[in-house]
């Protein structure tokens, strides 16, 4: 069974960093794409950012390019994102999933819910 748990979210306020952390259960992120989405209060899933089964090739939304850096642990099956000068439009609830922006899995953790606020 396919498992992912979220934690490392929380408030902050604006400029602030946090990191992300998606320990995955099920299957092997070495075999596989690893992605975070994100979804605000009233808005549909937005795709943050992904990353190659070996972890050489990234990609992010505009939005957090140059802000965001998504990692993987392949030892501990674990996605991280660190995400630095964070601004108020980045809240939201983040969530990790199997698979690239173009091909993502349906199944996904309950999230961690990040608040950028002063």
């Known amino acids: 069974q396919v498992q992912f748990v979220e934690s490392g979210g929380g408030l902050v306020q604006p400029g602030g960093s946090l990191r992300l952390s998606c320990a995955a259960s099920?299957?092997?992120?070495?075999?596989?794409?690893g992605s975070w989405v994100r979804q605000a209060p009233g808005k549909g899933p937005e795709w943050v950012s992904s990353?190659?089964?070996?972890?050489?090739?990234?990609d992010y939304a505009d939005s957090v390019r140059d802000r965001f850096t998504i990692t993987k642990d392949n030892a501990k099956n674990t996605l991280y994102l660190e995400m630095n000068n964070l601004k108020p439009q980045d809240t939201a609830n983040y969530y990790c999933?199997?698979?690239?922006?173009?091909?993502?899995?349906?199944?996904r953790g309950q999230g961690t819910q990040v608040t950028v606020s002063s």
């Open positions: 999933r199997r698979g690239s922006r173009s091909s993502i899995y349906p199944d």
């Open positions: 099920g299957f092997n992120f070495s075999h596989y794409y």
């Open positions: 990353i190659s089964p070996s972890g050489s090739r990234v």
